[in-house]
Every structure is written in structure tokens, then in C-alpha cells.
């Protein structure tokens, strides 16, 4: 029974060290083996051939042939969660059409014929971008974004109320 117990301390301490070292393995056949797999398959495997051992008369072929399909289980789930929550792509990055129609404020007027800077914000976080407007516009007016001129620069219109 003690190789059991062994084999599911040490899955465990290898589940403490897969929050530490991160991405080791993780680029082996294609993530199917990663630590988390790797941790989740031994320490289910020796504490199920544990559990197996000490409650049945089977003997340590019976703890093994109970052991390493929970352990097999546990592992396709550990490598099933991984792959949930490493693949999700519903959070894409905001694109600079995302900026029109953004209000925001003008921290550095802006010129008739030139660049001010105004501070809006994009995915709820405030961004600092040069802007240009058709009139001048001064510090502290209330604006929105019209169109987006490039990554950085934005042209605005007076807010209408």
C-alpha cells in the first residue's frame, strides 16, 4: 500500500510544482501531456490503487487494474479542462473600429489645424489618443470619437446635447 500512498503524494506535489513551473511539457504531443495531465493521472492512479487495496481482498494486480483507469480518467479531464481554458478565443483584442462612437474628454486641446489629445475609453480601460477635429476644441470638453485615423490618432466631434 505504500507504493500506492507514494504515487499519490507524488502526484499531488507534482500538481503543487505544475502552478510553479508553468508550461513545462505543455509542447509535447501536441499538450496532451502536460504536468497538470501527468500529476492528475499518477496521484488518482496511486490513491485509487490505495483505496482499492485497503477496502478489497483483490491484491495489488486488483489495485492496479482499479488505479490506472481512474487515473486514465482523471487525466483526459485535466487535459479536457486545460484545453477549455487555454482555447478560448471569445476574448479578442479590440481593433480601432471598436473607438467609434467611444465618448471621452480632451486632455490636451486641440487645434483647427493640428493634433490635441483626448482620453477615452476602450474594453472598459482608459486610453490616451492624439485626435483632430474640424473646429478647435478646448481642454475638458466632452467628445466622441468619429473615426478612427490610425492606431494612435482619432478624429472627434463636439458632444450635442
Known sequence: MAWFLGLGVTGAVLLMLSLVLDGVLDGLLDGLLSLPVVAGFVSMSGFSGAIALGTTGWGVAGAVLAGVPAGAVTGWFAYRLGRALTGDRSGAAPRDDDLIGASGSVVTAIPADG??????????????LAARSPVPVARGTEVWVSEALSATAVSVRLVER
Open 115 to 128: 493634433y490635441g489629445e483626448v482620453l477615452v475609453r476602450l474594453a472598459g480601460q482608459p486610453v490616451k
